[in-house]
């Protein structure tokens, strides 16, 4: 098909999708008028019953936790198929090169960043149920502070905090870690995933029963997740800037 | 107005679409890609959208106060951590055509045989 006839093609389904979608978007309820009862329920009920007061966190975790397992599982497997994707072909073990960066200044703030970003991301996930954030977002910020260090340090520096067993470890015990917790509620009897913990007072760290379980779970798995990815995609770049084995 | 959220959330995918179609680069596919995705975002989040409604963490705010639905924005979450993951995906085999095939550009890439 060349350029020309898929763009026409494109053209006649983009009108008739256009079509299409402003036909069903004048059927949904306007902007601001909303009326989901799961949603409202949830809102009224959850920070008694779970005592959690970020309700999206107890949704994430609890209310639709099988669904958080998914997608932890999801993000496992995707991260599996980009390391079995970039590895296999890639030579085994190639020379980590020197390219530290050389503005002080540079180093300097990335370093002090790095620590400030790590606490930072610590923090996001360790409040999670609490105020906004969570696993998923205080973990993405927790793996931005390992990539400081390669910004603003060294390739060199880099690979040697992830060092690529450890990280392997932590995202498998966190994508394990939330089913293993799910398994032990069906091991007294409850239903998978069923709160394990006396719920405590809403608004305080050690609340919400299962959820800083399911939480920190995620935060590691997330954070690990992500390392990994970065290992993958910055191995790849030192190959290619690594003189000796510059591909053919 | 009270459409409007919607209507952007058509036009970002749309936008998106023709991105994709019309990509000369995987990379720019990718993030096209992702553009396309985060209309989702926009749709959810203007579908749960209560008017004058807080955000849904009731923390020093007394229960009860009106808020915006917890649902959407969870399902919201889940939807970005997919996208970045399908973005990973993709980056890595961008990364394996241009070893194999040499190119980047998805029109130059020839049909698999088997």
Request: hydrophobic fraction near 50%; charge should be positive.
């Amino acid at each position: 098909m060349t350029r020309r006839v898929r763009l026409a093609l494109f053209g006649v389904a983009a009108c008739g999708l256009a079509a299409l979608l402003l036909w069903s978007i004048t059927g949904l309820p306007k902007f601001g008028d909303y009326h989901g009862a799961y949603g409202k329920i949830l809102n009224k009920r959850a920070p008694q019953e779970r005592q959690t007061s970020n309700v999206v966190a107890a949704v994430v975790f609890d209310y639709r936790g099988f669904d958080t397992m998914g997608e932890e599982l999801i993000l496992f497997a995707a991260v599996m198929g980009v390391a079995m994707l970039l590895r296999e072909p890639r030579e085994e073990e190639a020379p980590v090169p020197e390219d530290p960066v050389r503005s002080d200044a540079l180093r300097a703030f990335g370093v002090s960043l790095a620590g400030a970003t790590l606490v930072l991301g610590l923090w996001i996930v360790a409040h999670g149920y609490v105020t906004p954030g969570g696993g998923f977002q205080g973990g993405v910020v927790l793996a931005a502070a390992f990539l400081l260090v390669w910004l603003a340090g060294s390739y060199r520096a880099y690979r040697g905090l992830a060092r690529a067993p450890f990280v392997e470890l932590a995202e498998g015990s966190g994508a394990g870690g939330y089913v293993v917790i799910g398994l032990c509620a069906l091991l007294i009897g409850d239903a998978f995933l069923h709160n394990l913990l006396p719920y405590g007072v809403a608004g305080k760290l050690s609340s919400g029963g299962s959820i800083p379980l399911l939480n920190w779970a995620s935060g590691l798995e997330v954070t690990a997740a992500f390392v990994l990815l970065f290992n993958e995609f910055l191995s790849e770049r030192a190959v290619l800037i690594d003189p000796t084995r510059r591909p053919s | 107005m009270s459409y409007l959220p919607f209507v952007l959330a058509a036009w970002i995918f749309l936008v998106g679409i023709f991105g994709i179609v019309r990509s000369r680069h995987f990379i720019h596919l990718v993030v096209c890609l992702s553009l396309t995705q985060s209309s989702t975002y926009v749709l959810l989040l203007s579908i749960g959208y209560v008017k004058h409604g807080g955000a849904p963490i009731f923390k020093d705010v007394p229960l009860g106060t009106k808020a915006v639905d917890p649902v959407v924005q969870a399902l919201t979450l889940t939807d970005i951590v997919v996208s970045v993951t399908v973005a990973a995906l993709l980056l890595a085999l961008a990364i394996q055509a241009k070893k194999h095939a040499k190119t980047m550009n998805p029109d130059e890439l020839r049909p698999v045989r088997g």
